[in-house]
């Protein structure tokens, strides 16, 4: 059980209470199977420390890190509470004294979420912020010195190891970008969010919700930067309720007070009026969010009348303007009853160009979208996005801070190819330099097997906390470990999918089959790899990710021909994944499973 290795020594456990632990050696072991064995379980010599006053996450972190330890070693560890007194080998989580004597550094804010680990006279001592601090910091603990690995909901990966050894260590991270809201179907699994540090949540509301209804998700143990719903013009206004005694608080469009894909009218003082009461009323009913959203539905028409342009007319011809001066007002409105919470809104489509005046309030969050942009290239290297580059550093230069609303999927085809990761970390850096609090990747939400959506999906959720982290190496840390065998050659495919991508093909959030970016030579030689990547397959269940990811090219061949792939297999193979695999949505609205086989069926 021991190592023979000079640089390793063992922590003071029971069985070795009195060894002189020389100054010069690099690590340390937990207790090498010294406690008492019994039932295939052996009780560790060592104690979890628990504090006192440990927040709710540290709590959880506790039973999370004697679990995964437990597996790693099949050591039981016994969580103690409140005794810091404790004499034998410890790990402690949780700022107390002992590590305020070791390190001479004063407590984190309650909301810090950077975190310390270190080892000390054979402790280990993991801390950070109460809120989520400690409980990074022991999901890192686990990552880093034990190789464990949480890569969707259902797969983890956790090294066994006959001791628990790792090297003496002294770490120290903080986040790269505050709110970090990855919008994949599996990244609303709030337990793998809260293991992949990814904190951001957004809540669609609905005026037809009541307060009791709850926040209609489970929570993670730390609690979440939550942005409250998005689009909320109709419902803070529904037509149906104001359009028939006041048409006059709805886009004038020609000449003429509409509601049918409409806007408000800014200008209207009671229109004013009613948001701002209903936003207060939202935020006493729903008090646990961060950023309240007062922003347009989700298409155009802006109100044309003499008032409202009279704003944007000031501001440049900019339709930004009248949107600030309004949300301004907003902001201003409730910050008195709730100092601490912000009004957020869209810099979106016929919003996104900046003010020439106006400037967003200190309590005003800006979410700005860059869903015209090419994704085959970074922002700020293709002159397809010199637009929107403009349009991000000047809302860097005059907001306080900025939320991004990023896409990171084809909306109109889920699950084809979409070769956009070499531009995910240089764009999350792009923003993260320009002041953005927040960012969320918009993704496929409704249902899983969005093309490449598990290794995406843990990716950004590396990319988010740390933009500068090593892309490449959590692109093979993921492949080669979860496709087992398989990895080489979805390796090979993900390079294959990549080298699509030319300084001339640029690629947008909707593109279909037949765009010449595809090839029926790429198609041919992917299955080819797809095939090599099933016959090796580990097991049933490394198949099944192979398979769910193949999904991706059998769509695409079934897409560009449709005739084909009914006659030779394509199209029942592709039906029998998504089926076992529970994929509903292929596209974000319209195109459903039923109406991609319609497609396909009535195909001639
Ligand atoms: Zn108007
Ligand atoms: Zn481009």
Redesign the pocket.
């Known amino acids: 059980m021991s190592t023979t290795r000079k640089d390793f020594i063992r922590l003071a456990g029971m069985g070795f209470a009195g060894i002189v632990l020389p100054k010069k050696d690099l690590s340390v072991s937990v207790t090498a199977g010294q406690g008492i064995e019994g039932a295939g379980k052996k009780l560790s010599t060592y104690r979890i420390i628990l504090n006192g006053n440990a927040s709710e996450s540290e709590k959880w972190a506790a039973a999370e890190l004697q679990h995964w330890l437990f597996e790693i070693s099949r050591e039981y560890i016994p969580v103690y509470n409140q005794d810091a007194s404790y004499q034998g080998s410890k790990i402690v989580l949780g700022y107390n004294e002992d590590i305020k004597n070791r390190t001479g550094l004063p407590e984190p804010a309650f909301d810090d979420e950077s975190y310390h680990y270190f080892t000390a006279d054979g402790n280990v001592y993991i801390y950070g912020g109460r809120q989520r601090g400690t409980m990074y910091g022991v999901f890192s603990f686990l990552e880093n010195e034990f190789g464990c690995r949480w890569y969707t909901p259902q797969v983890s990966l956790i090294p066994e190891k006959p001791v628990l050894l790792f090297n003496q260590c002294d770490h120290k991270e903080k986040p790269g970008v505050q709110v970090r809201n990855n919008f994949y179907f599996e990244a609303f699994d709030a337990t793998w969010a809260a293991r992949n540090k990814m904190n951001g949540r957004m809540f669609l509301w609905n005026p037809k919700y009541k307060p009791n209804d709850g926040i209609f998700y489970k929570e993670q143990p730390g609690g979440e930067e939550t942005y409250w719903s998005v689009h909320t013009f109709f419902p803070l206004m529904p037509p149906e309720e104001f359009y028939d005694r006041h048409p006059e608080y709805y ?2 469009i020609n000449g003429k007070r509409i509601y049918e894909r409409a806007q408000l ?4 003082k009671d229109v004013l009026k009613i948001i701002t009461q209903r936003i207060k009323e939202n935020i006493r009913k729903y008090p646990k969010f961060l950023i309240y959203d007062v922003s347009q539905n989700d298409w155009r028409n802006p ?7 009279a704003i944007v007319k000031r501001e440049g011809g900019q339709e930004s303007g009248i949107m600030i001066w309004f949300v301004n007002q907003v902001a201003e409105a409730i910050e008195k009853e709730f100092p601490d919470k912000y009004i957020g809104t869209l810099a979106y489509q016929y919003t996104r160009t900046p003010p020439k005046n106006i400037r967003p309030r200190h309590n005003v969050v800006v979410r700005l979208c860059p869903i015209e942009a090419c994704v085959a290239h970074p922002l700020n290297k293709c002159p397809e996005n010199k637009s929107f580059m403009d349009d991000l550093e000047t809302w860097a230069s005059i907001s306080p801070h900025l939320y991004i609303w990023d896409y990171v999927v084809n909306f109109a085809r889920y699950i084809m190819p979409y070769p956009n990761f070499y531009v995910l970390q240089s764009n999350i850096k792009t923003f993260r330099d320009n002041k953005a609090i927040g960012i969320m990747e918009q993704a496929n939400h409704q249902s899983r097997g969005g093309e490449f959506e598990e290794l995406k999906c843990y990716v950004l959720a590396k990319l988010l906390w740390n933009p500068e982290c090593d892309m490449e190496e959590a692109v093979n840390d993921f492949i080669y470990s979860y496709y087992g065998r398989a990895g080489r050659y979805i390796r090979e495919y993900f390079d294959l999918v990549h080298s699509l991508v030319k300084p001339d093909t640029h690629m947008h959030i909707r593109f279909d089959a037949t765009d010449k970016m595809f090839t029926d030579d790429f198609v041919n030689r992917s299955l080819a790899v797809f095939e090599n990547a099933r016959r090796v397959a580990d097991n049933k269940e490394v198949l099944a990710r192979v398979e769910l990811t193949w999904a991706s090219i059998l769509y695409l061949k079934c897409r560009r021909q449709p005739v084909l792939s009914r006659n030779d297999g394509t199209y029942r193979k592709l039906i029998s994944i998504v089926e076992k695999e529970g994929v509903t949505h292929f596209a974000e609205y319209r195109e459903t499973k039923e109406s991609f086989m319609q497609f396909i069926e009535s195909a001639n």
């Open positions: 886009s004038l009218c800014l200008s209207n109100c044309q009348c003499d008032k409202c342009q």
